[in-house]
């Protein structure tokens, strides 16, 4: 078994896990219980998730109330929990899926913050934190082009002043620290 | 006499120009973040911690502190105006709130709140002082089994507590409980779950994780429902109730002041559920109850004092014993944590200049509520008239350089964005955020002393010790007996052709 703790066999191990769970969920998709399939996502999560740590606590080392102990309780109950949850999936005994909100929409703001996060390592925080600021807003729809430019400048100034200048937090420069 | 030269110490940490404009300004920021639907004071108390990074522990927590008492009045501001709850406990408040509002009371309907906070939170500091001093005394005498026991029942009860799915609660518990064992191992110092990675040794540090699962994941849920129309507020009268009003109502604040700290105490219960119980309570024990839910000055009264007095109570188990009993609760824990402190009863001993210094900035920050509400209301009703285009980006830009602040760390940051996710989803599902950052915040907690306890004495010392036996039981029932509830309910035929109930 210790083979699935470590390298080749965790990924195979995992990957498994993976094709079950989501062959589980589009069973359940395309069942007549798919009001509930959604509903199903974070249990199969959970399920996996759990397998995999409880594999790799096979290569832990093996002693009374050593280090695998706790993770291998929590990993037990979270594994029987989540069976109910999918279990209550399959009879239609949980709140009903919610209502598909606007993900296209969501998809891009967390695209947004993504960008913000790799943008910070190449642009710097300053210049970067102006550009996601004054990019956001326009994404939600706010057109007022002085206003967008006093909130992005104000807060590239306050953030210099508290956190550069007042608490010492190195923020990344970017490219500009080559400038300066 | 030892209680007054405490107090002295605490006082002279607060009486100062800095420490002073400190409670000023938490409470400013709490009364707008609390008033801002979305934000709840977990979240205000999140986005601000890393901005108390280089002060003082006490002046930090201060600052924290006043933010906590503060946001809780500030829900009502929006919920007594727009029908809005700035927080989830000021929906209560918005029952009454509003159709004072719609009656042309907004003033009356906002004093009330304002003053039934004030007396609730000084009400609950009270009964803080009172009984968080005499536990941590007791609770010096704890063993390891005991405190095991107890951040169980902790988790137990916030999860049986939590409205909607308790299985849900205890999924998002155990996920955060198992997050929290990634890093090296509290004992033998052997690597868990880093997979290599030299930034997870240390674990998820705890703020980024906190501000993703409050703040980045409220953004999110916000961005999924996006329609762009933006609040609108219409003009407020500011006539305050008279003194005859406030005299009526005398009873019902004191009543639910009490109600709502005892409640606060329970881990779990909070806010909302105090909130709640109160408004219930002074519905049955009033002369007038067919006034409720239609501009009942008493029903506001009554659910802002039990909301504001929860502070109090719900910070007793957090100072004294070192347990959360809220979502807010374990923010803070989080920021004792970040400044090398350690709540529970050595606190009391090492350093009574904080916790007696917490003791009076919250009585001090109370007043200042009262006058900056009395003032300032309308000044608080522009700010909060910000457009959401404009307040949810500032919102991620602080959560941003929140968490990178707390280490310097770019990987801190890709960790609060992941967390924001996971609370974006586990929030869409129905799994409630809060249980998944107290397993976060107690897992240590519940680990180190479960594995001290048998390895000194074996697996039965929880059989042994009468305290952890006792405490483990009632964990176990308060866990099982609201199951046991909802399977009863599901198994009764529907009587009113309703769906079947979910468990």
Known sequence: MEYFSEGTGLFTWTIALVLISSGIYTGLRYSRMKDYSGQAIIPLIMIVFSLVLWAVTLDFPTEDAGPALIPRLWIFWLILLSTVLLFFCFTGKIDKDPKRGRIGFLGIGVGLIVAYYFAIEHLGYFISSFLFLAVTMYMLSYRKPITILLVGTGWVLFSYLVFYKLLYIQLPLGFIEDFI | ?503
């Open chain 2, 1 to 503: 006499m030892e209680l007054v030269e405490s107090f002295t110490i605490g006082f002279s940490v607060i009486l100062g120009w800095k420490p002073l404009l400190i409670i000023v300004t938490g409470v400013i920021f709490g009364i707008l973040a609390g008033a801002m639907p979305g934000l709840s004071p977990s979240t205000a108390v999140a986005l601000l911690v890393p901005f108390s990074y280089t002060m003082s522990p006490a002046l930090a927590l201060i600052l924290l502190t006043s933010i906590y008492i503060a946001s809780n009045y500030g829900g009502s501001i929006t919920a007594v105006l727009i029908n809005t709850p700035g927080t989830p406990s000021a929906a209560v408040t918005a029952m009454d709130g509003y159709p004072l509002t719609q009656q042309g009371k907004a003033g009356k309907g906002l004093g009330t709140a304002l003053v039934a906070s004030t007396i609730g939170g000084a009400v609950g500091v009270l009964i803080l002082i009172l009984f968080a001093v005499p536990l941590a005394r007791v609770a010096l005498k704890f063993s390891p089994a005991d405190y095991c026991a107890l951040a169980l029942f902790g988790l137990a009860t916030v999860a049986s507590m939590s409205r909607g799915n308790v299985i849900k609660s205890m999924v998002a518990i155990l996920f955060g409980l198992l997050i929290k064992t990634i890093g090296t191992d509290p004992i033998s110092g052997v690597s868990r779950f880093t997979f290599g990675n030299d930034m997870l040794y240390d674990g998820f540090t705890l703020i980024p994780a906190l501000i993703g699962l409050f703040a980045i994941s409220v953004v999110f849920s916000k961005f999924e429902t996006w329609t762009g129309v933006g609040r609108v507020m219409d003009k407020i009268d500011n006539k305050l109730p008279s003194m005859q009003e406030f005299l009526k109502i005398k009873y019902t604040i004191l009543r639910s002041s009490i109600i709502g700290t005892i409640i606060g105490i329970f881990p779990g219960a909070g806010a909302t559920i105090a909130a709640f119980i109160s408004y219930d309570m002074s519905k049955r024990a009033s002369k007038e109850p067919e006034k409720f839910g239609h501009g009942s000055l008493e029903g506001v009264a009554a659910a802002e004092s039990a909301n504001s007095s929860s502070v109090g109570g719900a910070l007793v188990p957090l100072l004294a014993l070192g347990i959360p009993g809220s979502a807010t609760d374990a923010v803070l824990l989080g920021a004792f944590m970040l400044h090398d402190l350690v709540p529970g009863p050595m606190l009391f001993q090492d350093n009574p200049e904080i916790v007696y210094g917490i003791f009076s900035a919250l009585i001090v920050a109370n007043i200042v509520m009262l006058f900056l509400g009395l003032y300032g209301n309308r000044l608080f009703i522009k700010v909060v008239s910000v457009p959401e285009a404009i307040m949810y980006p500032v919102i991620l830009a602080i959560a941003i350089i929140g968490s990178f602040a707390v280490n310097g760390s770019m990987f801190d940051v890709a960790a609060c964005i992941g967390f924001g996710v996971v609370g974006w989803f586990f929030k869409r599902y129905g799994f409630p955020v809060a249980p998944v950052v107290l397993g976060i915040v107690l897992g240590k907690m519940v680990e180190e002393n479960f594995r001290r306890a048998v390895m000194m004495d074996g697996y039965g010392v929880f059989y042994r010790d009468k305290l952890a036996f006792i405490v483990l039981l009632i964990a176990f029932f308060s866990f099982v007996w609201p199951l046991y509830k909802a399977w009863r309910h599901h198994r009764q035929p529907a009587t009113s052709g309703n769906d079947e109930a979910k468990i």
